[in-house]
């Protein structure tokens, strides 16, 4: 049938599916609707967990599949509020037929500036017509858009990682100058979209313009959906709505910015520490359910009444870097961390057994990088491999009390790492708890 494009009998099928078109789109509209709905709160709760757990690369895609899906949800509510509007005014057509202005008997005046600005009836419901159908295509093109943006950024991340952040000096300047190229055609692109093809009408500018439009529509993957942008700007009207709806998502992502100080002092924040405590330092508190996780490390609750504390540390993949780099010995040659699969098409046994016979070793090197103080007292810690009540893998430990006296303490929990064959200490946390003895 593609290659029928321009048979007569294809372009009639067309324009039939064309008058028809907005039955599907009601229903497409009342499916996906119901569907994102269901997959904007698991979606937003999956992400607060990477985010915790510091997986940058799952936590960005979730943060897109989010953003696409709010997207998508507010224009698909925004098309079937439209869609009821343009079916109640044919409803009334059918009733009342177009406007009569004379019926109404207003002064000359009125009349007229009615005729004008109302016109018929008609072009009234074809004026709906047109912004449901161009509202409910853009929808998918916008998040596209949001693609390409986000595969802009990641192509910059992965050259500064895999080429700048390198011993070797040809691939740090090949990654340089990579980056460079991708960061000026982004704004080169950034200034074609906005204008709507300003750099592409010139001849001097589309011959600078062109190898960069060339290079970005395989990193932004605009091969794919092209042909809808340029239906969308040989059209005055859809021209129009393009310009109209990315102003208004900058002002929606502003207006849900904004919030209320009650003081210039005092701020709950993400984390807790001396005059704050955080929801995410203890488990009594967090609701999963709610999008609460551990952030870096946990207590019980608020007030220990028992000679013992427990301490849980979320894991994350850098611990295990800080690891290798005070142990070196224990870097697998074969490093399966990351996205991977049960299937093996070869015998792995031998990994297994000398990663099985080096978890002391590595279990050691990880009670030896963290340390504890109450205060000023340092306590020793003997971790095992566990799971929060919030499903979050990490280690636990457990503290004695038994020399700390009742009141108001500060657990900090600090981690060793290198840098530059220095041993330096980060805070990883710092969490105040009231200790009183039963």
């Not at 870096?296 to 609750?301: E, F, Q």
Request: a positive charge; proline letters at 3%.
């Amino acid at each position: 049938m593609s290659q029928d494009y321009n048979n007569p009998a294809f372009k009639k099928l067309l324009q039939k599916l064309q008058e028809e078109s907005w039955q599907l789109e009601l229903l497409i509209s009342g499916f996906a609707i119901f569907g994102l709905f269901q997959a904007a709160n698991p979606l937003g709760i999956a992400a607060q967990e990477a985010r915790n757990n510091e997986q940058i690369f799952l936590f960005i895609i979730l943060i897109v599949a989010s953003v696409s899906c709010y997207i998508l949800l507010f224009n698909l509510l925004l098309h079937v509020i439209l869609r009821g509007l343009w079916i109640g005014a044919l409803g009334l057509r059918y009733v009342s037929g177009d406007i009569d202005y004379e019926e109404l008997k207003y002064s000359p005046r009125f009349t007229k500036y009615l005729r004008k600005k109302i016109g018929s009836f008609d072009r009234y419901i074809g004026s709906l017509e047109n912004y449901c159908s161009i509202i409910f295509a853009i929808s998918f093109l916008l998040i596209f858009y949001v693609i390409a943006f986000t595969l802009t950024i990641a192509s910059i991340a992965l050259i500064a990682f895999y080429l700048i952040d390198n011993d070797n000096s040809i691939l740090m300047t090949v990654g340089i100058i990579l980056v460079i190229f991708i960061v000026f055609g982004m704004f080169f692109t950034f200034i074609d979209f906005i204008t709507q093809g300003w750099l592409k009408k010139k001849k001097w500018t589309s011959a600078i313009y062109f190898p960069i439009y060339w290079v970005f529509s395989f990193i932004t993957l605009s091969f794919l959906y092209r042909p809808l942008v340029y239906n969308f700007l040989d059209n005055k009207f859809g021209r129009r709505i393009s310009l109209i709806l990315v102003p208004l998502y900058f002002l929606i992502l502003i207006g849900t910015s904004l919030r209320y100080e009650k003081s210039n002092y005092i701020k709950l924040g993400t984390s807790s520490n001396e005059f704050r405590a955080n929801t995410s330092n203890y488990e009594d508190l967090l609701d999963k359910d709610k999008g609460q996780f551990i952030r870096n490390a946990a207590i019980p609750s608020k007030v220990i009444s028992e000679n013992y504390l427990k301490v849980f540390i979320v894991y994350n993949e850098y611990t295990e870097d800080v690891i290798f780099d005070f142990k070196p010995e224990l870097k697998p040659k074969n490093d399966v961390r990351g996205l991977g699969s049960d299937i093996r098409f070869s015998n792995d046994f031998s990994d297994n057994s000398r990663r099985d016979s080096l978890r002391p070793i590595y279990m050691k090197t990880l009670n030896d990088i963290y340390s504890f103080k109450v205060d000023s007292l340092e306590l020793d810690s003997e971790f095992v491999i566990s799971e929060s009540k919030t499903g979050q893998f990490g280690f636990e430990t457990y503290l004695d009390l038994k020399d700390v006296a009742n009141g108001k303490h500060l657990l900090k929990v600090y981690r060793k790492r290198l840098r530059n064959k220095d041993t330096l200490y980060s805070r990883r946390a710092t969490i105040p708890f009231w200790h009183f003895k039963d």
